[in-house]
């Protein structure tokens, strides 16, 4: 913001100048002081955000850019690595400006200098003076050294940010100044909160069990995850609705920022939570970081990013919704059933290996987008809109069960991990192949389906050469059709059309940038409590008001005609206020929570009837299966 004055001739008028920046990310640096010395612990990107609120943090330092420039460099990503030099230039000023105004300041805590970075530009926004939660990152990324000014051998390293806030509290300005010392090249951590898939707030789950944390992670949980010491037992935790969202903060490190993400992946991968009427983002997470992994570990999404990446997961779950699993399995028996009878019981044996994970996947429309995310070794090739493989279709299927945390494990209930009879059927494929290329050299997919398809090479009689063409039938059979049908989804969902430039910015189709259109799919990822067309309820439990203030007269009252979107009331979750608006015109026949000063109520509770100016046209049944089928059809074909 920039104050200007007129300076005519007897003209007195001071106007204001606002910058308008399209392009924000947000960084932040790290500082630390006793009132006389002031240091920079490097940045952090809290650019991933929704509601205002961070999700995801990355340590950004300047010996994390030296190295990954020159790996860029000796890669021949020469594009990526100018502008990670442009960043570290932007870093090191930002750095300069945060130590030097906690130095002027007389800074005698910890803080965080808070900037909007947009291309090589930093625009500074405000200081916060105290800790923040994302400290972890910094921590992760740095440690302290302290030293005896007076007997240079006499120092003690401190890794807690917190523990030096102690020392200059009970030391001040006798404190000496530390120096940073490189503890990780990278840091990162997602904050874990109660919202559902479409990141709103969800309040009133209760949490019955929480695994423990892996080698690899640091929990900050609030302490809900401690066990009862006499009973070693995970003790129930009611996530209510007067509190904020945030339940848990997970951190990890790694020695590059790839490292780091893939070690998040599977600790995401790996955590397991149990609870009533539960609904946490950590599926959001784990799609979006194995988007980030098959772009680039260094991409640079902007503070917009989470909405329109948000929009694609909702196209996606509208997409999903249309497909019939069941009657693309029907519709394949009934084609394989030609092939004779060997290959349908080879096909049959697949149904739950095959159903099971793919109804997970359209479920879920997080994990969705992470699974159609790029590999390092590319699984298919999306060539004209048609799937190209590259991968074998079962060491396909053997990831996603991976992917999924579906791997046999023993002593979990049989919906959490693959079946025994699908366990032996894909091991046994895996072997065979295994086996097979051990003997032909490792071929390539595509080569080794040509092998397979000409005469018996060197090393096998006609014989054995025909049984081994036999069992490569019998694995395949149904696989690609079946496999292919969520990334033919990814196809006309436009999944796909997203990438990344050289200079490491997401490049977003402009259907997910639209306000509309990401209104429109978003809301698909939060489906509302079952109702009548002609009902309001609430989606989650909160705390319901039917005016602006107590004073105030309510939104709505009874015999009341309202439009489209008209505010009906508001609804407070976990510090969040969320209007409650009209989906259709009508007259509100009956308000069935009226009280001014804020009521409980709980997810599905009736809140409104409303009479519609004209009668909301039901869906028939028949109608809707045959359009589910055609749709499913169309993607089996791509």
């Not at 612990?41 to 961070?54: A, F, P, T, V």
């Amino acid at each position: 913001l920039i104050e200007a004055r007129v300076t005519g001739p007897g003209d007195n008028k001071a106007f204001l100048i606002e910058i308008n920046i399209e392009d924000t990310r947000h960084n932040e640096v790290q500082l630390l002081g006793n009132g006389q010395w002031c240091i920079e612990l490097g940045g952090r990107d809290c650019s991933l955000q929704m509601h205002e609120q961070k999700l995801a943090e990355f340590s950004l330092t300047e010996e994390l850019l030296e190295q990954t420039i020159a790996e860029y460099l000796e890669a021949g990503k020469n594009r990526q690595a100018e502008t990670l030099q442009q960043d570290q230039v932007v870093l090191r000023e930002m750095c300069k400006q945060a130590q030097g105004f906690g130095t002027a300041l007389g800074l005698d805590n910890v803080s965080t200098f808070e900037c909007i970075v947009e291309g090589d530009q930093h625009y500074f926004m405000e200081v916060n003076t105290r800790i923040q939660v994302e400290h972890r990152v910094t921590e992760m990324a740095y440690k302290l050294e302290f030293t005896n000014p007076e007997k240079h051998d006499d120092s003690f390293q401190v890794d807690s940010l917190v523990a030096a806030m102690f020392l200059v509290a009970c030391y001040g300005k006798i404190l000496p100044k530390p120096q940073r010392q490189l503890r990780n090249l990278s840091g990162m951590e997602v904050r874990i909160n109660a919202t559902n898939q479409g990141l709103q707030p969800h309040a009133g789950g209760i949490l019955h069990y929480w695994s423990t944390p892996i080698e690899g992670e640091l929990r900050d949980d609030q302490g809900i995850g401690l066990r009862n010491p006499d009973t070693c037992l995970f003790q129930p935790y009611h996530l209510a609705g007067a509190y904020d969202s945030n339940v848990a903060l997970s951190v990890t490190w790694g020695r590059t920022r790839l490292e780091n993400l893939e070690q998040m992946a599977r600790v995401l991968r790996e955590m397991e939570v149990r609870g009533t009427d539960l609904q946490l983002n950590l599926s959001f997470h784990y799609g979006l970081l194995y988007w980030m992994l098959g772009v680039d570990s260094m991409v640079k999404p902007n503070t917009r990013f989470v909405e329109s990446y948000l929009a694609l997961c909702g196209k996606l779950s509208l997409g999903a919704k249309d497909i019939d699993l069941e009657f693309a399995w029907q519709h394949l028996s009934g084609s394989i059933k030609e092939l004779g009878p060997e290959a349908l019981r080879a096909f049959e044996r697949k149904q739950t290996l095959l159903l099971r994970p793919l109804r997970r996947l359209l479920n879920m429309p997080h994990l969705l987008a992470g699974w159609l995310a790029k590999r390092q070794k590319p699984r298919w090739e999306i060539q004209n809109q048609k799937i190209q493989w590259c991968q074998n279709p079962i060491h396909v299927l053997r990831e996603l069960y991976r992917y999924l945390h579906w791997e046999k494990r023993s002593g979990l209930p049989p919906s959490e991990i693959i079946w025994e009879d699908d366990h032996l059927l894909l091991e046994e494929g895996f072997r065979f192949y295994s086996d097979l290329g051990n003997r032909l050299g490792y071929p390539e997919w595509n080569n080794l389906q040509k092998i397979l398809g000409n005469k018996a090479p060197v090393g096998f009689d006609d014989k054995l050469w025909s049984d081994v063409q036999a069992a490569h039938a019998g694995f395949q059979v149904g696989l690609v059709p079946l496999l292919s049908i969520p990334i033919s989804l990814g196809i006309s969902s436009g999944y796909f059309d997203w990438s990344c430039s050289r200079e490491l910015i997401p490049l977003i189709p402009k259907e997910f940038q639209d306000a509309k259109r990401i209104k429109q799919y978003s809301q698909a990822l939060a489906s509302p409590p079952p109702s009548h067309s002609n009902e309001v309820r609430s989606w989650t439990g909160g705390t319901f008001y039917a005016c602006e203030t107590p004073s105030s007269p309510p939104y709505v009252e009874a015999g009341q005609h309202v439009e489209q979107n008209d505010m009906l009331g508001l609804l407070e979750v976990m510090k969040m206020f969320n209007p409650i608006k009209a989906e259709f015109p009508g007259t509100v026949r009956q308000v069935y929570v009226g009280a001014s000063g804020g009521t409980l109520v709980s997810r599905g509770q009736l809140l409104f009837l409303i009479e519609p100016d004209h009668p909301i046209a039901q869906e028939d049944a028949n109608t809707l299966a045959k359009y589910r089928q055609k749709t499913t059809l169309n993607l089996l074909t791509l």
